[in-house]
């Protein structure tokens, strides 16, 4: 059983936790891996993620289903933050080029 704050649920889905938690070789090691997600993405709120070991931990196999959106998640979040080390002359530029509208409005 996995339980999270919203500053974890506010990043990811239901299907992305249990796949980053399922082939974790402990609770512990779990919620540090969703931690760590959460904060890859960019999440600044308060997390929290409590994992309580059931029957049949570690034997409950199946499909990593959101591999693939997590690596692209992981992708689009690296680019954002490479946004955050450009010059403020370099943000103002991509700025103005986008409120063309705006200005003449």
């Known amino acids: 059983m996995i339980i999270v704050s919203d500053g974890v649920s506010s990043i990811l ?3 992305e936790i249990v796949d980053v938690a399922r082939d974790a070789p402990s ?12 904060e890859e993405l960019g999440g600044e ?4 993620v409590l994992v309580v070991p059931l029957s049949g931990w570690g034997q409950v196999k199946g ?9 692209y998640r ?3 979040a690296s ?5 955050k080390f450009l010059s403020p002359s ?5 700025t103005a080029v ?5 200005r003449r409005m």
């Open 27 to 38: 609770p512990k090691r779990a919620s540090e891996q969703i931690l760590s997600y959460t």
């Open 74 to 76: 992981k992708e689009q």
């Open 98 to 102: 986008g409120s063309e509208r705006q």
């Open 63 to 71: 499909p990593d289903r959101t591999h693939a959106l997590r690596e």
């Open 79 to 83: 680019k954002c933050v490479l946004l």
């Open 90 to 94: 370099l943000i103002g530029i991509a």
């Open 13 to 15: 889905s239901d299907q």
């Open 45 to 48: 709120d308060n997390t929290t």
